[in-house]
């Protein structure tokens, strides 16, 4: 084929292909194991996977309406109901859409205008900014403090102008593994009240905590839950992120006008996927222990380095657990991921690219929702080192 001659004014020049994809392919490139990419290794529900075959054979497999199944929004109004005592009419306020990523941008193109102020907290999760960008919206970056990567709400108070519309938060945090706390959001509350800035809350490993904590949603806190739209993920609720099948929970007004975006960017999600998942939930047990499940994953890959020099930092929630070589090398992280899977065949992921300004702390990214099998390997590479 004949190369383009035209002239391309890229919409994100600094931008390059996200580095779970980099890392993928340098695992697949070397046959190492790979802890980079956040997806299990481990089998779906063979329930869950009958329940789509089930509802393939039954029909169910042309176009869904635009807001999703109406079973699986009453069943998302139920859990979150019975789980927060937070009620979402599911005719208004709650939107199926194809996986999280899909929701987040949805919402960003819906309701942030060129010029808008957008405050997100690094290290962050690598489809914000582009997706605030290509808004036309303003990035501010607050950096979470290290090692516990808490909030500077200092500095997110100075950071607050007139042009602020929207705060993105993150909690379970990927890629940290931090948490926000009660006091965080009755303080993000506080800073908001009496402003139009609406908050973007990024929940999809909500399930996914350890140690006796409880995730503290922003549905919690009534005046927070009046401006947030919330994001959430039956991919990794449910080990199928291959699925892409995620929700959006908001208040009427918001939804509204994140629905109208929605309709022309996906229409409409995977129908039997929504029927199989709307069965699956009717089942609490299906993903009230998932905590307890993950921690023991967390718990055995923590317990196979402890006789290495690596130095694990706190995770309190996600699948990813975070380590420290600086008793190791004086590499910058990506020189040194980079080694890892050419020399010692494990892949994992740099802290560094999820910052604007590419800070490093000489971290890596440990994705543990693999098998057992799988976390001992990686823990004796480690312990080689």
């Known amino acids: 084929m004949n190369a383009y001659e035209g002239n391309i004014t890229s919409k994100l020049p600094q931008t390059g292909t996200s580095i779970f994809a980099v ?23 063979k329930q869950l996977i009958e329940l789509v075959n089930h509802y393939m054979k039954k029909g169910h497999n042309q176009y869904a ?32 859409t194809a996986g999280a990523t899909q929701a987040l941008y949805t919402i960003i193109t819906a309701l942030v205008h060129k010029g808008d102020e957008v405050l997100i907290f690094e290290p962050a999760y690598d489809s914000y900014a582009p997706a605030i960008t290509l808004n036309g919206g303003l990035v501010k970056h607050s950096q979470l403090h290290f090692p516990d990567y808490r909030i500077n709400w200092e500095e997110v108070t100075r950071m607050i102008s007139s042009r602020t519309r929207m705060i993105i938060i993150n909690s379970p945090h990927n890629p940290t593994g931090s948490i926000l706390t009660k006091e965080d959001l009755m303080r993000l509350e506080r800073l ?10 990024d929940e999809v490993y909500e399930h996914l905590i350890f140690d006796g904590l409880k995730h503290d949603s922003v549905c919690l806190f009534q005046e927070l839950a009046s401006r947030s ?22 208040p ?23 029927y199989a998942v709307a069965d699956f939930l009717k089942d609490p047990d299906n993903y009230l222990h998932l905590g307890e499940f993950y921690q023991q994953k967390r718990d055995f890959f923590l317990d196979t380095i402890k006789g290495s020099k690596f130095k694990p930092l706190s995770c309190h929630g996600t ?13 910058k992280e990506m020189e040194f991921a980079e080694w890892l899977v050419k020399e010692h065949q494990l ?15 000489h971290t890596l990214r440990f994705c543990f929702a693999k098998t057992e099998e799988t976390l001992q390997k990686a823990g004796e590479i480690l312990c080689r080192i």
């Open 23 to 45: 890392m993928t392919q340098l695992a697949t490139q070397h046959k190492a194991l790979n802890l980079a990419q956040g997806f299990p290794d481990f089998p779906v529900s």
């Open 65 to 96: 309406p635009m807001p999703g199944i109406k079973p699986l929004r009453d069943a998302l109004s139920k859990l979150f109901r019975q789980n927060y005592g937070a009620v979402y009419n599911p005719e208004t306020e709650i939107t199926i």
């Open 347 to 361: 892949a994992a992921v740099p802290v560094s690219p999820f910052y604007r300004e590419k800070v490093d702390n």
């Open 319 to 331: 699948y990813f657990q975070l380590l420290d070589y600086s008793a190791i090398s004086d590499k």
């Open 229 to 250: 739209l919330i994001v959430g993920s039956f991919g990794k609720t449910f080990h199928a992120t291959g699925w892409k099948t995620g929700f959006i929970l908001a």
């Open 252 to 274: 009427e007004k918001l939804t509204k006008e994140v629905r109208k975006v929605h309709q022309f960017m996906v229409f409409a999600v995977n129908t039997p996927i929504q």
């Open 192 to 201: 908001t009240h009496g402003t139009d800035i609406v908050i973007l809350s």
